[in-house]
């Protein structure tokens, strides 16, 4: 089964000042709930197409690490990346950026990919029951974090 969640927000910023902070794999502990720190792995440096990073994730007493790998690196435009655990990839998330008159109209969306028959393994992994009703919430999160650093 897939499932979609896309939320957009207007920030009062460049695509490029947005696309810079979202690209910047390492700064994302600033912005998501649920993701608190990331780093590039391999010969990985930076945002390009195939650069692979693992995101280090916490709920509450629950800590699991994801290993991604992006699949679009568009600057001032989009930045997409795979999530995988033990080689299966359960999830795509991305950042699609739109120049506005006040500066930027940023939609991150997640599409998910997990079968109905792991969700339960992976809700005892996470401690999430609810999947989608969480990704919408860190999603506002994220942004909201993002637009408060970027406007600062």
């Not at 939320?7 to 690209?23: G, T, W």
């Not at 990073?53 to 435009?77: C, I, L, S, Y």
């Not at 999430?128 to 009703?133: L, Q, V």
């Not at 919430?137 to 406007?151: C, D, K, Q, V, Y």
Request: with cysteine.
């Amino acid at each position: 089964m897939s499932n979609r969640i896309e939320i957009s927000r207007d920030i009062a910023a460049s695509p490029e000042e947005v696309y810079a902070a979202i690209a910047d794999v390492t700064r994302m502990g600033e912005w998501s709930i649920e993701c608190h720190t990331c780093e590039w792995t391999g010969d990985s440096t930076g945002p390009a197409v195939g650069a692979t990073f693992e995101g280090h994730n916490r709920a509450g007493d629950k800590e699991w690490t994801t290993q991604a790998t992006v699949t679009e690196a568009d600057p001032g435009k989009a930045f997409t990346f795979e999530c995988s655990m033990f080689d299966f990839h359960f999830s795509t998330w991305g950042y699609r950026i739109e120049e506005t008159d006040e500066g930027s109209r940023v939609t991150e969306w997640t599409e998910d990919f997990l079968p109905d028959e792991i969700r339960p393994a992976a809700a005892e992994l996470s401690g999430i029951d609810d999947r989608p009703a969480r990704n919408t919430e860190t999603i506002s999160g994220t942004l909201e974090r993002l637009a408060a650093a970027l406007e600062a």
